[in-house]
């Protein structure tokens, strides 16, 4: 199985940054794409941002010249960072990855909290 594990989620003030990492394990099998999804309570589930192993990415457009996705190949991680933040960016952020038999594996989520 694919193990991902989330971290650098927390609370920030409008306006600040934050940068939320996740990384891959237990697994034999390539990770091709990883990326974000996120999920405030009463919204429907948003992807924020993912990358190909070959470096290119997708954003979601409320998102565009503020938020940053990246990755390490050799690491099996993913990162997004995330500048200039709105209130309306809190919401629990989840990491997921795609391997080699297309099966998609998630992250546990971690919580981003904007305050106004």
């Known amino acids: 199985q694919v193990q991902l594990v989330e971290s650098g989620g927390g609370l920030v003030q409008a306006g600040g940054s934050l940068r939320v990492s996740c990384a891959a394990s237990?697994?034999?099998?390539?990770?091709?794409?990883m990326g974000w999804y996120r999920q405030a309570p009463g919204k429907q589930r948003q992807l924020v941002a993912a990358?190909?192993?070959?470096?290119?990415?997708n954003y979601l457009d409320s998102v565009k010249g503020r938020f940053t996705i990246s990755r390490d190949n050799a690491k099996n991680s993913v990162y997004l960072q995330m500048n200039s933040l709105k209130p309306e960016d809190t919401a629990v952020y989840y990491c997921?990855?795609?391997?080699?038999?297309?099966?998609?594996?998630w992250g546990q989520g971690t919580q981003v909290t904007v305050s106004s």
């Open positions: 997921y990855a795609t391997d080699q038999r297309a099966y998609v594996h």
């Open positions: 237990g697994s034999s099998f390539s990770i091709n794409v």
């Open positions: 990358i190909t192993s070959g470096g290119s990415t």
